[in-house]
């Protein structure tokens, strides 16, 4: 039922850019260089926050600006429970003693429970508004996120939160970059995956419906509403989850990852891997990472290329980086 | 006589000064093609918007299958059974003339919280979806996306998708607007042929199609309905003539 060429096409292209993504660090560590399998868990990482944006903006076409948030959230969660775990200090000891954790896993679930909980409110609101007024409203409650985090001293303020010791996954050393990588690789496929499933699905007809005619969609009986709302929620689970490896990766949480610059930046990664395809994110994160890289070890002024490459995308490839290798999505 | 499927009571809206709906009442009965027909401006729109649910009355009742609507947004009158076609085509034009009618079929299904299975691979939405794509003789256009259809395509396909909602009534805003005279002639044998499986509420200004389909017209000007009757008590009506044939004829 599908477009046989194109689909065949696009899968392989996403298939390559994910091996490349693998075979980057496996290269850097059998020379030696643990500083670039860094760099591919960042892209990693990136990816995958992406990914979790892309299903609101992309398939939903819900333009958050306001992610950041969530990237943020899941950020401070595991910011929050490694640092209580490491102190031995309970986060509340009603009704019970709540200890925190440093495990990755029970990490990432609280990060996704908590950006998911926070974007139920905020969608809630929001999506009673559309366009710009929507792009700004996310704004608003990411940006009064980032000064929350900010004024409140017990987690390091506008100082940031360091995690002293990296959150452990069962059976890995996280502290080995590799092993760490592959956790945010991992992670990443499953996201891959779990996009792929949902876009593909009836609730995912209804989400790409709602973004191209929500009269029509309300029409034949579907209601947009719960199905942006739901949307925008596990986009901000995922872009949760992506947050809490953002620290640990960084072993770093600041407000500046609530920051309004990086609602900006993931939206830009969308954009310029191919805003609501499948591996867009990938090739988005990974292009965005070896400009910041190459340009950025040129010139300070690095985002000034970055915004010309930009502008070239949305002049000219309005699909993307994987729009323009794999052509125009077809929906069967 | 049958208790009608649609029962509009003294419907009022106003926008600003303008009355554009001025007390309209109206029935639709089992089996029955009832059209409504009036010049420009006399607020057919306002009066299917109201009736879809897209816009709130200021007072009056809308009944639907004997229950009072007047709460329900547009989504949960077409779960209801409220098949409606759109004046100006209004699909998913990414999607495959198939995909669209397939959301309706989903929606038939209640079914939209549904995550794992692919809608591609799910008979249950493809047949029902092609069933109705093949009686409106749009079959073989299925897999086309609906922006690269011609104009008289996606009026068909605006019929196929009310089809597929298994409507109880049907809405149908101009549905002959800007096709050609065979294409209209062909959806007039088909909409003769429909109204065994719903009652349609037409809204036309092709009067060859009115004349030829309705069992009952009603004339809306200025936001009232000033005749409502057979069509040969309508044709003969003299406030009819001036108001809106003597236009036209």
């Not at chain 1, 290329?305 to 000219?316: E, M």
Request: net charge positive; hydrophobic share 55%.
């Amino acid at each position: 039922m599908r477009d046989g060429v194109g689909m065949t096409r696009e899968t392989a292209i996403g298939l390559f850019l994910v091996a490349v993504l693998l075979a980057f660090p496996l290269v850097a560590s059998a020379m030696g260089e643990p500083f670039y399998i860094t760099l591919a868990t960042r892209m990693a990482v990136l990816a995958l926050a992406a990914v979790g944006l892309n299903v609101a903006l992309g398939l939903g076409g819900l333009v958050s600006f306001g992610h950041a948030a969530f990237f943020g959230i899941g950020g401070y969660v595991a910011g929050i429970l490694a640092s209580h775990a490491f102190n031995q200090e309970p986060i509340f000891s009603t009704p019970f003693a709540f200890m925190g954790s440093d495990r990755m896993p029970v990490v990432w679930l609280f990060a996704m429970l908590v950006s998911a909980l926070v974007a139920l409110p905020i969608g809630a609101i929001s999506l009673r508004t559309s366009g710009v007024y929507f792009i700004m409203i996310t704004l608003a409650f990411a940006q009064m996120i980032y000064y929350f985090a900010m004024s409140w001293p017990a987690y390091g303020g506008e100082d940031g939160l360091s995690i002293l010791s990296r959150n452990t996954f069962p059976g890995l050393n996280t502290a080995n970059p590799l092993s760490l990588f592959a956790v945010c690789y991992g992670l990443l496929l499953v996201a891959l995956l779990v996009f792929a499933v949902l876009r593909d699905s009836r609730f995912g007809a209804a989400l790409l419906a709602s973004r191209q005619n929500a009269t029509r969609l309300a029409a034949v009986g579907i209601a947009p509403f719960p199905v942006r709302l739901a949307a925008f929620v596990i986009s901000a689970a995922i872009t949760g989850l992506a947050g809490a490896l953002y620290a640990d990766l960084n072993r770093f949480v600041s407000p500046s990852m609530l920051s309004w610059q990086m609602s900006g930046e993931l939206i830009v990664l969308v954009i310029l891997g191919g805003t609501g395809r499948l591996f867009g994110p990938v090739a988005g994160a990974m292009l965005f990472v070896m400009i910041e890289f190459v340009l950025g070890g040129i010139t300070e002024r690095w985002q000034f290329f970055l915004g010309l490459i930009l502008l070239g995308v949305v002049l000219f490839a309005r699909g993307g980086l994987v729009g323009v290798l794999a052509g125009k999505v077809r929906h069967g | 006589m049958a208790e009608p499927v649609l029962s509009i009571r003294d419907l009022r809206k106003t926008f600003g000064a303008l009355k554009a709906t001025d007390g309209v009442s109206l029935d639709l009965r089992p089996g029955e093609i009832h059209a409504l027909i009036g010049p420009n401006g006399a607020g057919k729109s306002t009066l299917i918007h109201q009736i879809a649910g897209s816009l709130r009355p200021d007072s009056g009742s809308i009944r639907f299958l004997g229950q009072d609507v007047g709460e329900l947004g547009v989504a949960a009158r077409a779960r209801m059974g409220l098949g409606r076609s759109f004046q100006i085509s209004s699909l998913a034009l990414e999607f495959s003339a198939l995909r669209n009618v397939m959301l309706a079929v989903q929606s038939r299904q209640a079914s939209s919280f549904r995550f794992l299975k692919g809608v591609m691979r799910d008979r249950s939405l493809i047949e029902p979806a092609m069933a109705a794509l093949e009686r409106t003789g749009l079959a073989p256009r299925a897999h086309v996306p609906a922006a690269e259809l011609s104009h008289g395509e996606r009026r068909q396909l605006e019929i196929a998708i009310a089809l597929a909602l298994g409507p109880k009534t049907f809405l149908l805003d101009e549905p002959m607007a800007g096709m050609g005279p065979e294409g209209s002639r062909a959806l007039t044998a088909f909409l003769d042929g429909l109204r065994q499986e719903a009652p349609i509420l037409l809204v036309e200004h092709d009067m060859d199609a009115v004349f030829a389909l309705a069992d009952r017209i009603s004339v809306l000007v200025y936001g009232r309905i000033i005749a409502s009757g057979t069509v040969d008590e309508i044709r003969s009506h003299p406030d009819v003539r001036r108001a809106y044939l003597g236009e036209t004829a």
